[in-house]
């Protein structure tokens, strides 16, 4: 509001903290309080407490609802301005006693976001909880796009596996 924007509280009950009944909330429901920006005519929710970009909640946050504190008032669903965006393509090759594959993995916004954090925190570990996901198939290299940022998080990688029983595949 200093600056001169329209900017409103917006009371949210964290995830640890549970959901908030939607038709008989309490006081005490609400446990984290963020701040809606409007800018021409659209809501922008921020924490000024998290050093994610703008327009970004925490994770903790994406919780259902959050009541909009303003003389008009309401609900405001915190997921709809925090899109979560993964996409997987692959690619299977079947021959004889060998199933290979190729795997691209992108990211977008609050997926890129949560996705780049972990893997800056420890690269290794990251690869290695990939690995772990496919623990029945040999994962060659995991290469990560130079490109990734915040915003796009793209990496790829192959995997093979033995057929254990050529004759039916699931």
């Not at 009371?11 to 800018?39: M, R």
């Not at 050093?51 to 909009?68: R, S, T």
């Amino acid at each position: 509001r200093g600056a001169g924007l329209t900017a409103h509280p917006v009371i949210l009950s964290t995830k640890k903290n549970g959901k908030v009944h939607p038709i008989y909330p309490s006081y005490n429901d609400f446990n984290y309080v963020v701040a809606a920006v409007e800018v021409d005519g659209e809501y922008y929710l921020t924490d000024a407490a998290s050093n994610l970009p703008f327009a970004k909640l925490p994770f903790k946050c994406l919780n259902g609802n959050g009541w909009l504190v303003a003389e008009k008032g309401g609900w405001i669903n915190l997921k709809r301005y925090n899109p979560n965006k993964l996409s997987e393509m692959i690619t299977y090759n079947i021959e004889e006693e060998m199933v290979t594959s190729h795997h691209d993995i992108k990211c977008d916004q609050y997926a890129a976001i949560y996705r780049m954090k972990k893997f800056q925190e420890d690269e290794e570990e990251y690869k290695n909880d990939i690995k772990e996901s496919l623990e029945d198939w040999e994962i060659d290299e995991i290469v990560m796009d130079e490109k990734n940022s915040s915003d796009v998080f793209k990496y790829s990688y192959d995997a093979s596996k033995e057929l254990e029983d050529s004759e039916m595949i699931y």
